[in-house]
């Protein structure tokens, strides 16, 4: 039997946030990871939630509850927002779209695409930005010439990059283009 990364549990003056998951914000040995009202198990280090906010805790709920899921446990074309979310403000993911999940060499990778850039980048689950070349223009073996890039045939080449790098190749800095708060470099064209 499959137990349940995450639970709510009430305890007659609040709810407590529960896991068993791989939570990197949960401070060591402790399964709470939020608090709702006034529990009587406060603890240090554990996000806050007052009773007028049952709202922002039942969408850290959700969060947490969705990054602490194994990669192992998404279907191949079920959306991954984890390493794009420990990147960029919730308020700014909606200007990106979940495109593809790929292996590079043993790497598990997020590819996510800018909707108003249409530029990419892509993530491994350790935060590392990922970029690929073609090595070798392939074509369909029947053909005498080399056509243009073809995704299935052409053999490649990944390797990291500097965040300046995967950004400046999304067309975005990591917040949005909207953003005045996180204006993007001056050496970024956009």
């Given at each position: 039997m499959?137990l349940p990364?995450?639970?709510?549990?009430?305890?007659?003056?609040?709810?407590?946030?529960?896991?068993?998951g791989?939570?990197?914000?949960t401070p060591?040995?402790d399964?709470?990871?939020?608090e709702y009202g006034?529990?009587?198990?406060?603890?240090?280090?554990v996000?806050?939630f007052?009773l007028?906010?049952?709202a922002?805790?039942?969408?850290?709920?959700n969060?947490?509850?969705?990054d602490?899921?194994?990669?192992e446990?998404?279907g191949q074309?079920?959306?991954n927002w984890?390493?794009?979310?420990a990147?960029?403000?919730?308020?700014?993911?909606?200007?990106?779209m979940?495109?593809?999940?790929?292996n590079?060499?043993g790497?598990?990778?997020?590819?996510?695409?800018?909707?108003e850039?249409?530029?990419?980048l892509?993530?491994?689950?350790a935060?590392?930005y990922?970029?690929?070349?073609?090595?070798?223009n392939?074509?369909d073996?029947?053909c005498?010439?080399n056509?243009e890039?073809?995704?299935?045939t052409d053999?490649?080449e990944y390797?990291?990059?500097t965040?300046?790098?995967?950004?400046?190749a999304?067309?975005?800095w990591?917040?949005?283009l909207h953003?005045k708060a996180?204006p993007?470099p001056?050496?970024?064209?956009?």
């Amino acid at each position: 039997m499959k137990l349940p990364l995450t639970w709510l549990v009430g305890d007659g003056e609040g709810v407590v946030l529960a896991c068993n998951g791989n939570c990197p914000n949960t401070p060591a040995g402790d399964l709470v990871v939020a608090e709702y009202g006034t529990t009587t198990t406060v603890r240090e280090g554990v996000e806050r939630f007052p009773l007028s906010d049952m709202a922002g805790f039942l969408a850290a709920a959700n969060r947490h509850a969705y990054d602490c899921r194994p990669i192992e446990e998404f279907g191949q074309d079920e959306p991954n927002w984890g390493p794009l979310r420990a990147l960029i403000p919730a308020a700014q993911l909606d200007g990106w779209m979940w495109m593809a999940r790929s292996n590079y060499d043993g790497t598990v990778v997020e590819h996510y695409k800018h909707r108003e850039t249409r530029g990419h980048l892509t993530l491994d689950h350790a935060g590392n930005y990922w970029a690929s070349r073609i090595v070798k223009n392939a074509c369909d073996p029947w053909c005498d010439e080399n056509h243009e890039h073809d995704m299935y045939t052409d053999v490649c080449e990944y390797f990291t990059v500097t965040e300046a790098d995967a950004f400046g190749a999304a067309g975005v800095w990591p917040w949005s283009l909207h953003d005045k708060a996180h204006p993007a470099p001056e050496w970024m064209p956009l």
